[in-house]
Antibody, heavy 125, light 107 residues
Framework: EVQLVESGGGLVQPGESLRLSCAAS????????MTWVRQAPGKGLEWVAN????????FYVDSVRGRFTISRDNARNSLYLQVNSLRAEDTAVYYC??????????????????WGQGTMVTVSS | AIQMTQSPSSLSASVGDRVTITCRAS??????LGWYQQKPGKAPKLLIY???SLQSGVPSRFSGSGSGTDFTLTISSLQPEDFASYYC?????????FGQGTKVEIK
């Protein structure tokens, strides 16, 4: 079964750090880009970051660049998000997702086809 | 960053209704757009990719159209399991950006 399982969330104080993990199984992890998406309570989805198969390329949304670091360990089939200098506005469920990319009828696509169940990060004093 | 503007933000509809949700990009994104469905407490689910291609396993009552800046998700005959929130996501450039979502509620 293709599966993504996040862990590492919790309650932290402003300024503190966490390391979120995502364990992948049931597919060839090393052949996919991977993504983190978050959702604040009662709010919409926000794309956070993604990483290339070999870790050589990474992209971030402006609001987290310099504070969050995405990484992966292909030997462990795992994706990570190091979240530093946390703020109240970082409170959210954090999802990892698999990037599926390709070409369909001469149209390029890059979508999120498999998602984990999410891990909750709460930043509060 | 490309802004994705979805409308409406919510709608009430009955089982069997035809429902249309629109997404407008702040600049042209060709056909590089996907649609996702999210039910309360659950992860999003991919419905449509490349603006109009139906993801495997998704019912054919869902369809997508559009290119450039204007896109539409249509549910041809709303079913009880379709009451959920729907989001568009552009995959044209970085950072990827979602629309703000449309909540489809029971009338």
């Amino acid at each position: 079964e293709v599966q993504l399982v996040e862990s590492g969330g919790g309650l932290v104080q402003p300024g503190e750090s966490l390391r979120l993990s995502c364990a992948a199984s049931g597919f060839a992890f090393t052949t996919y880009w991977m993504t983190w998406v978050r959702q604040a309570p009662g709010k919409g989805l926000e794309w956070v970051a993604n990483i290339k198969q070999d870790g050589s390329e990474k992209f971030y949304v402006d609001s987290v660049r310099g504070r969050f670091t995405i990484s992966r360990d292909n030997a462990r089939n795992s994706l990570y998000l190091q979240v530093n200098s946390l703020r109240a506005e970082d409170t959210a469920v954090y999802y990892c997702a698999r990037d599926l990319s390709g070409e369909h009828g001469r149209v390029w696509y890059d979508v999120l086809d498999i998602w984990g169940q999410g891990t909750m990060v709460t930043v509060s004093s | 960053a490309i802004q994705m503007t979805q409308s409406p933000s919510s709608l009430s509809a009955s089982v069997g209704d035809r429902v249309t949700i629109t997404c407008r990009a702040s600049q042209g994104i060709r056909n590089e757009l996907g649609w996702y469905q999210q039910k309360p407490g659950k992860a999003p689910k991919l419905l449509i990719y490349a603006a109009s291609s139906l993801q495997s396993g998704v019912p054919s009552r869902f369809s997508g159209s559009g290119s450039g800046t204007d896109f539409t998700l249509t549910i041809s005959s709303l079913q009880p399991e379709d009451f959920a929130s729907y989001y568009c996501l552009q995959d044209y450039n970085y950072p990827r950006t979602f629309g703000q979502g449309t909540k489809v509620e029971i009338k």
